[in-house]
């Protein structure tokens, strides 16, 4: 089985909360982006998080959004075995060092794991050295609560990013 290779982490020294998802999809990695499955949630709830358009801009235009808003994205697996995009198939996974990455971002005030996969795997790596939000899953697998559900969830993200005038 081939191993599957996550992303470079989205960041600069501005960002305030750092989403970390557990590895990418299969269609995500298809075409190298973060959360490109069109059926993913991520850039619909983040539009209501950030109240700014996200889904209708060019990806690098997505990133550049959240960068300027203080949001940064990575993974905690850097690799993994997987077949499909299932986190309940991930095998023998590889962690990236978030520890190393969050000594890095000087205004960081919460990560937030995107689904049950990050926030178990992340917890471990990320400790007690900072806030942490367990968020439900942006995926499409993720059946169990609906958008607005998700969307309550996630707006609590407001809490630590600055206001737009600040």
């Given at each position: 089985m081939t191993r599957k290779a996550g992303f470079p982490a989205?960041?600069?020294a501005n960002i305030r909360v750092l989403?970390?998802?557990?590895?990418?999809?299969?269609a995500s990695l298809?075409?190298?982006?973060y959360y490109g499955n069109p059926r993913n949630a991520f850039w619909r709830l983040m539009e209501g998080v950030l109240d700014t358009p996200l889904v209708r801009l060019t990806y690098e235009d997505r990133l550049a959004a959240l960068l300027s808003r203080?949001?940064?994205?990575?993974?905690v697996i850097a690799q993994a075995e997987r077949p499909g995009s299932l986190d309940a198939a991930i095998?023998?996974?590889a962690a990236n060092d978030l520890a190393a990455l969050i000594d890095t971002l000087p205004n960081?005030?919460?990560?937030?794991?995107?689904?049950?996969t990050a926030a178990k795997l992340g917890g471990r790596l990320v400790g007690e050295r900072i806030a942490t939000?367990?968020?439900?899953?942006s995926?499409?697998?993720?059946?169990?609560?609906?958008?607005?559900?998700?969307?309550?969830?996630?707006?609590?993200?407001r809490a630590f990013l600055p206001t737009r005038a600040g």
């Open positions: 989205i960041v600069d989403i970390l998802g557990s590895l990418p999809g299969e298809a075409v190298q982006q203080g949001v940064g994205l990575w993974d095998r023998d996974p960081l005030r919460a990560v937030a794991f995107n689904g049950g939000l367990a968020l439900p899953s995926s499409p697998a993720h059946a169990a609560r609906s958008f607005a559900q998700k969307a309550e969830l996630w707006n609590g993200l």
